[in-house]
């Protein structure tokens, strides 16, 4: 085994001694399914680093619960693994200990140094120019793209009604792409039906590429990896990916030109209701500035742009897949949700508004439990850049911590039977005087999900629009899920529910 795992014993001179002394021509659908089957081999047979990995860390983390740390060793380097939520909060409220660890790196050639991967001013100043790129007004004309989007996918699930059971795993992940396309960068890329489109090939490719070669040491240095087939077909998924993103963000930038030339502040006319163009991320961000007054470049957008492509769908379609698969397994609290969607909508079958969404407390409880049992980012790692202190154990600078949110939130002194699926936990009465970093599928603090409400809506109206629709059923054990905790908690044997329909007048 690759990863070994030592307890932190707390006597006096583990105190008083630093904690941790050492330091191609397939089809979209073909190729995201080829996806995660590769991830499936790799985690059930060869049961290596982080498939084996995200095993290990979850078994130690309940072997030892009740102590203060752990070191588990990722091959050669040497990790802390963090699920308590005082432990926790110490590094993810600092606004120091911001580094993220060295298997971002290999995320770089993608995303370069965006608001997800860099650290000290840079991701200050970016932080705080994009933050109000997620206002709630932009949210709101979102809303359309995402009722539209999962309209198509209703019509998707309709040919499975009183049918067989189907893995729905695949159908949501297209929509939420196609929603995360049009809202980023205002592309509609049309990944739902359209099965072959280069570009989301390419971002399955360039994501498996990643997850492979953060697994595999030997692909870890740049002048071996460029030499590998891995390496020249990780090129070839960039070109594409870059001169997507490079060819939209030229367009809009035209478009804004010509805009301001004849008719002043595009975003302002994007808003008008006699103008239907609708606004995306890009467009906020090339309006974007500094305190100084500067712009971002078109290299800088490039990286905000394809962060969001990257930590902005997966994340979301595995949050849906999971509400879906627990909705579909718990009938007693789907049935508590279908209530509270005829009390919002009745009988009518217009779209969801914003006030809608937030009169849907019991579906917000529903998604957050959902975020508790199965966080979409499992883990996720910081590299400390100087000394702290957790419960009295000196960490040196230059350790990995990685904070484990899929252990973090099954502590049964914050959430007792862990397991169970509780929306109720999430009850106003229920959580307030909860410790603050008990929970945290966002990360919290500073440095946390900048997506967070976008999710959120995303989840909420997607989930909405289906269960006004359907009645779901699954006969799918937990134990037959099969667990893969890479970067995103993901079921290897997919989601398999059956479709009944709700309500006729919805067609
Ligand atoms: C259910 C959905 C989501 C979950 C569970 C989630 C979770 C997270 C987590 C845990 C982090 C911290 C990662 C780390 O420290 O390495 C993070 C960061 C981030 N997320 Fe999300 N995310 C979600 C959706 C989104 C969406 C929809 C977007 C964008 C549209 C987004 C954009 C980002 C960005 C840009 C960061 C980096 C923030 C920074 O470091 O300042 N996320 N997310």
Not at 453 to 464: D, G, I, N, S, T
Request: glycine content about 4%; hydrophobic content about 35%; aromatic content about 12%.
């Amino acid at each position: 085994m690759i990863c070994k795992c030592i307890i932190m014993k707390t006597n006096k001179y583990v105190q008083n001694k630093p904690a941790l002394s050492k330091k191609e021509s397939l089809s979209c659908s073909e190729l995201i399914i080829r996806y995660y089957r590769r991830r499936h081999l790799w985690c059930s047979s060869t049961s290596f680093f982080f498939s084996g990995f995200f095993k290990q860390m979850f078994q130690y983390s309940e072997e030892f619960r009740n102590r203060s740390l752990l070191k588990m060793w990722v091959g050669p380097v040497p990790h802390l693994l963090l699920y308590h939520c005082d432990t926790v909060e110490v590094i993810l409220s600092s606004s120091k200990l911001i580094d993220k660890s060295f298997l971002y790196t290999f995320v770089h050639p993608w995303l370069g140094t965006g608001l997800l991967t860099s650290t000290g001013d840079k991701w200050r100043t970016r932080r705080k120019m994009i933050t109000p790129t997620f206002h709630f007004t932009i949210l709101t004309d979102f809303l359309e793209v995402i009722n539209e989007q999962a309209n198509i996918l209703v019509e998707k699930f309709k040919k499975h009604v009183d049918k067989e059971p189907f893995d729905c795993f695949l159908d949501i992940t297209l929509c939420a792409l196609d929603i995360i396309c049009e809202t980023a960068m205002g592309k509609n890329i049309g990944a739902q039906n359209n099965k072959d489109s280069e570009y989301v090939r390419a971002v399955y490719n360039m994501t498996d590429l990643i997850h492979q070669r953060q697994k595999t040491p030997w692909f870890w240095p740049d002048f071996l990896y460029a030499l590998l087939q891995e390496g020249k077909q990780s090129d070839r998924a960039l070109k594409i990916l870059h001169s997507f993103t490079d060819k939209v963000i030229v367009e809009k930038a035209n478009e804004m030109k010509n805009h301001q030339g004849s008719k002043g502040d595009f975003i302002d006319s994007c808003k008008s209701s006699e103008s239907k163009k609708r606004r995306a991320f890009l467009d906020m961000l090339l309006n974007a500035t500094d305190e100084e007054g500067n712009k971002l470049s078109y290299l800088d957008i490039r990286e905000e742009v394809d962060t969001f492509m990257f930590e902005g769908h997966d994340t979301t379609a595995a949050g849906l897949n999971w509400s879906i698969y627990l909705l579909a397994s718990y009938p007693e609290v789907q049935k508590k949700v279908h209530r509270e969607l005829d009390e919002v909508f009745g009988d009518s079958d217009r779209p969801a508004t914003m006030e809608d969404l937030k009169e849907l407390r019991y579906l917000e409880c529903v998604i957050k439990e959902t975020l508790r049992l199965f966080p979409s980012v499992p883990f996720f790692a910081r590299t400390l850049n100087q000394d702290c202190s957790i419960r009295g154990f000196k960490i040196p600078k230059g350790t990995n911590a990685i904070i484990f949110p899929y252990a973090l939130h099954r502590d049964p002194n914050v959430f007792p039977d862990p397991e169970e699926f509780r929306p109720e936990r999430f009850f106003l009465e229920n959580s307030s005087g909860r410790h603050p970093y008990a929970y945290v599928p966002f990360s919290a603090g500073p440095r946390n999900c900048i997506g967070q409400r976008f999710a959120l809506m995303e989840e909420k109206a997607v989930l909405a629009i289906l269960l006004r629709h359907f009645w779901l059923e699954t006969n799918q054990k937990r134990e037959e899920l099969v667990l893969a905790g890479d970067l995103i908690l993901r079921p290897n044997n997919g989601i398999w529910i059956q479709v009944k329909r709700r309500r006729t007048h919805m067609g």
